[in-house]
């Protein structure tokens, strides 16, 4: 519906094809420039992977340690949490002024928007951990490390995966941005390039790929995340409650 | 089977029975605050190795407070006063099962082993032993939530025992369950030798049938503040006398 109303539109308008190039324009631009973006999408996406692996990693990592150490949650989440409010354009041009051009800052800068949602959800995680499952770690002679170990490491692994949902819907804006802004190779070079010559059809096509893209890293971590947390899965018997035994 | 102190399965591995396995003189356990409430006043309370002590009494006379104190899980900002001496170790079982939902039943009786440090090849027999004998076998890869309520606090109290700490604190392990499934977790486990091998158990609970059908003793709580009002010796024939006087006990004015 929406795709017939901007083709029919843009005709009965006259707009020019620079302006918003009617659909079929713009899917016939895709499949001419399809065999040339191979090079560009996997460039873009080992940024997005990269980048998104680090960023949970740190996230988890900066999770444990808030958790187990009071000072560091004191001192280093609002620190943290600061350095959330600069802009990623902002950030972009620092990042290549001392990474240079190549993949290091593109991966640096998904990992900056990839791992805060990861500390975020896994930090909240950890802090909410079931008053009885740690009473019953304690009452069976449990310390604080198997605390830790048992319960409150586990119980957090819903939440950041959770987190890392959520990172993945900006890894790959993240990487496209970062190559817009310097870059060799990728969809923001692209993107771009086509800027420059008043290509929208083919900006058009990007914001396509894009869109493709983080739904498809998306629907990625969150088939893995199933995988990960097992009993999560709805279960084919029903839930027994207090059935005699 | 009930253990009376000269039972004779105890005496091959367990030291004499008048050994206390935990002694408690004077306990009294206060919650400061706008309204300080005394939860127990002056329990006296000792079981030796060998015994299954049941603690019965009105909710809220701080029967579970006596268990966690046991357990060295006193409540955060209570005043406790008093000479507890327990022995070197103890495993309390919640009253709601505790288990793990990220783990597999087997993997969720293991986690008082792991904690005790026990090797894992032993603990994983043993383990795979006491689920035939609580009657679990076949679901050691189950999920917790797969499993029925009588089937949890099974797992749950599997959990507690297989540490071999020499103390078991329950906490109303069958509470939450439906009256019938009760019943029958009381029967298979009046025929399950928690306090043999040199163990001691102490149980709370509010029913009286329970508590006399498990127990050697049986210390009847008064209401808020919990003290002693009664120390009865189960008898092991007909425990009809036994229980008229539990229950005059629990119910001093003879209201019911």
């Not at chain 1, 444990?64 to 609002?78: E, Q």
Request: aromatic fraction near 6%; hydrophobic fraction near 50%; charge should be neutral.
């Amino acid at each position: 519906m929406l795709l017939v109303g901007w083709e029919v539109g843009v005709r009965l308008s006259d707009l020019p094809a620079f302006v918003l190039p009617p659909p079929s324009q713009v899917a016939r631009t895709a499949v001419e420039v399809a065999p040339l973006l191979g090079d560009d999408v996997a460039t873009t996406l080992t940024e997005a992977g990269l980048g998104l692996l680090v960023g949970a990693v740190v996230g988890l990592l900066l999770a444990v340690l808030i958790a187990a150490f009071p000072l560091v949650s004191d001192t280093v989440y609002p620190l943290v949490t600061l350095t959330q409010t600069v802009p990623t354009v902002v950030l972009a041009p620092l990042l290549i002024l001392w990474a240079g051009f190549g993949l290091l800052p593109k991966v640096v800068l998904v990992a900056l928007t990839a791992f805060f949602p990861v500390l975020v959800a896994s930090v909240t995680a950890m802090a909410a951990v079931d008053a009885e499952h740690a009473e019953m770690v304690a009452g069976l002679g449990g310390t604080r490390r198997h605390q830790f170990w048992l319960v409150q490491l586990p119980a957090s692994v819903p939440g950041a995966l959770g987190g890392l949902r959520v990172a993945a819907t900006y890894a790959i804006g993240a990487a496209v941005v970062a190559e817009y802004l310097a870059g060799q190779s990728g969809l923001g070079v692209f993107v771009q390039r086509s800027r420059k010559g008043y290509e929208v059809d083919q900006i058009l096509v990007a914001v396509a790929l894009v869109a493709g893209l983080t739904g498809l890293l998306f629907l990625l971590v969150d088939g893995l995340a199933r995988l990960a947390t097992p009993w999560q899965r709805p279960s084919s018997t029903p839930r027994p409650g207090r059935t005699p035994a | 089977m009930r253990h009376g102190p000269m039972t004779s399965s105890l005496s091959t591995e367990a030291p004499p029975t008048s050994t206390p396995a935990l002694e408690v003189a004077g306990l009294t356990v206060t919650f400061p605050g706008a309204r300080e409430v005394v939860a127990l006043q002056d329990v006296d309370l000792q079981v030796r190795v060998g015994e299954f002590v049941a603690v019965v009494g009105p909710s809220g006379c701080g029967k579970s407070t006596l268990l966690r104190v046991l357990a060295g899980l006193t409540p955060a900002g209570a005043r406790v006063s008093g000479r507890t001496t327990v022995g070197p170790a103890t495993a309390w079982m919640p009253q709601r099962d505790g288990l793990l939902p990220w783990r597999r039943a087997l993997p969720n009786a293991l986690v008082g082993a792991r904690i005790a440090g026990q090797d894992r090849a032993t603990a994983d027999a043993r383990a795979r032993e006491l689920f035939d004998e609580f009657g679990l076998t076949g679901f050691e890869r189950a999920w917790t939530h797969e499993l029925s309520g009588g089937m949890r606090q099974r797992l749950a109290l599997l959990r507690t025992c297989l540490p071999g700490r020499p103390v078991l604190l329950l906490d109303e392990p069958f509470g939450a369950l439906d009256a019938i499934t009760r019943r029958r977790m009381n029967a298979w486990l009046a025929g399950v030798d928690l306090a043999g091998h040199g163990r001691a158990v102490v149980l709370v609970t509010h029913d009286v049938d329970e508590a006399l059908l498990l127990a050697d003793r049986v210390v009847v709580l008064s209401d808020r503040p919990g003290r002693v009002v009664l120390d009865l010796r189960v008898p092991r024939d007909g425990t009809d006398g036994a229980r008229r006087s539990l229950l005059e006990a629990l119910d001093p004015e003879g209201t019911s």
